[in-house]
């Protein structure tokens, strides 16, 4: 893999685990009642679904293809 790709895809990795570090424990309402953590988002329902649904899916797949430094 080329290096311009691999650190790419390694700062997706570390940024989908500051979300998911950010958001753990937390349920919708507190997350809607966070306003820093809201801030940093777009369209809530959105924002949720992927914390909850998708995120640790990529984390597991990008984990399989980078090695975190």
């Given at each position: 893999m080329k290096h311009e790709v691999e650190k790419y895809l390694l700062y997706i990795l570390e940024a989908a685990q500051d979300i998911q570090h950010f958001t753990t424990g937390l349920s919708f309402k507190e997350y809607e009642k966070d306003k820093l953590t809201k801030a940093a988002t777009v369209s809530d329902p959105i924002v949720w679904d992927?914390?909850?649904?998708?995120?640790?899916?990529?984390?597991?797949?990008?984990?399989?293809?980078?090695?975190?430094?």
């Open positions: 992927v914390v909850q649904n998708k995120l640790p899916f990529l984390m597991d797949d990008l984990s399989k293809i980078v090695s975190p430094k």
